[in-house]
């Protein structure tokens, strides 16, 4: 009676070992699909789902940080509406004064251009203008000169008769001058007598800045007038004497220069000068400008004899290099038996030549597409003004 329990209980135990270990190993198979423990989803460097969740959702605005994108409003220009029904020439001298004192960059913007408009036509506004430019601290005067230059009454004769005589006032700060004589540039012509008075101060050694920017006046006016009327040759003999006779490197470049912006053909009387120029100025920047200068002329034929007559005596690979390109520019296929002199005398030159020949040989005679087929062969500075 007693061995069927015991054999009954010893049944049960082995019915509960092989039920434990059935549960053990399922565990360990499962084990080893299940994928990486709870911890490795929290560590960033672990590619899984639940981080890559986490990065393709944006952040809450309240959540996000680094500077905020603020897009800049203007001033609130108080009283400016009032100021513009009743502005006087008074009125708006008193605001271009508080507009500076508040740095106000954009208010003072506005206040020139109301000045050029309440100015307009009349000379006494402008002679006006002009009197606070004089007796003002910057940076005023070169606000009132700016209105002044922009608007019709300083081409009126009083008006430009007084501008020359403070441009001419050598007590003055030379910076000073200079703005007067910028304010100038607006004129539609001048005077035989205007330009020589500003061919003078040009011509000033003690000038300095103001030498300069009367080149330029005289210079921008010559476009202006030649645009308008086909006049250039009385301001191109005034700008060609500066270039020969300056002492000032910088007046003599820009002298040569300023011809550039209309294109005028030169008649056959400048090229002796400019050819002079070529050979014996000392300064490089100078010689090639007037290279540059010279091929813009009514005698091609002319130019080339004045381009071979300067390339012997001249030692400077770039000057050289502007004698040949300029050379075509000025003839076109009709320079390439000298652009092959030049190559004969310095090889350095004889890829240029081969490659002008090549570019002509294809047909296309207009020089701007034939220079933009050309390939650079030296390390030189192209001048303002040249093509390139």
Not at 268 to 295: N, Q
């Amino acid at each position: 009676m007693t061995s069927r329990p015991l054999f009954k209980v010893a049944l049960a135990g082995l019915v509960l070992l092989v039920a434990l270990g059935v549960v053990w190993w399922r565990g360990s198979a499962g084990s080893a699909d299940a994928g990486p423990p709870l911890t490795a989803a929290a560590n960033p460097s672990m590619p899984t789902a639940a981080s890559g969740n986490a990065a393709a959702v944006e952040p809450p605005p309240a959540a996000r940080t680094g500077p905020r994108e603020e897009i800049p409003m203007p001033g609130c220009w108080d009283g400016l509406a009032a100021l513009d029904r009743s502005a006087t020439m008074e009125s708006l001298h008193a605001a271009v004064a508080a507009a500076i004192q508040a740095r106000d960059t954009a208010l003072v913007a506005y206040l020139q251009e109301r000045l050029t408009e309440l100015v307009g036509n009349d000379p006494d506004r402008a002679m006006q203008l002009l009197a606070w430019a004089v007796n003002a601290a910057p940076p005023e005067p070169s606000i009132y000169l700016e209105a002044l230059k922009a608007a019709p009454a300083v081409r009126h004769p009083r008006v430009t008769e007084k501008l020359m005589a403070v441009a001419e006032n050598k007590s003055l700060f030379t910076q000073d001058r200079a703005a007067v004589l910028d304010a100038l540039e607006t004129q539609h012509r001048f005077t035989p007598e205007m330009r020589g008075r500003i061919k003078a101060i040009a011509l000033d050694d003690s000038a300095d800045s103001a030498a300069w920017v009367a080149t330029r006046t005289l210079g921008r006016v010559m476009k202006e007038d030649y645009e308008r009327t086909g006049t250039y040759a009385p301001y191109w003999k005034d700008l060609l004497d500066i270039g020969t006779t300056s002492e000032d490197t910088a007046v003599r470049l820009l002298a040569l220069e300023m011809p550039s912006y209309s294109d005028p053909l030169l008649d056959p009387d400048s090229i002796d000068a400019l050819a002079k120029v070529m050979r014996t100025d000392k300064e490089r920047d100078v010689r090639e400008m007037a290279a540059f200068r010279l091929a813009v002329t009514e005698d091609p034929q002319k130019a080339l004899a004045a381009y071979r007559a300067a390339f012997d005596g001249e030692q400077d690979l770039c000057v050289r290099w502007a004698f040949l390109r300029f050379a075509v520019r000025a003839a076109g296929a009709d320079a390439l038996p000298l652009v092959e002199e030049f190559a004969r005398k310095d090889p350095r030159l004889r890829q240029d030549y081969l490659d002008f020949k090549a570019l002509y040989a294809t047909g296309t005679t207009d020089f701007a597409r034939i220079w933009l087929g050309k390939k650079e062969h030296h390390d030189c500075v192209v001048e303002e003004g040249a093509p390139h």
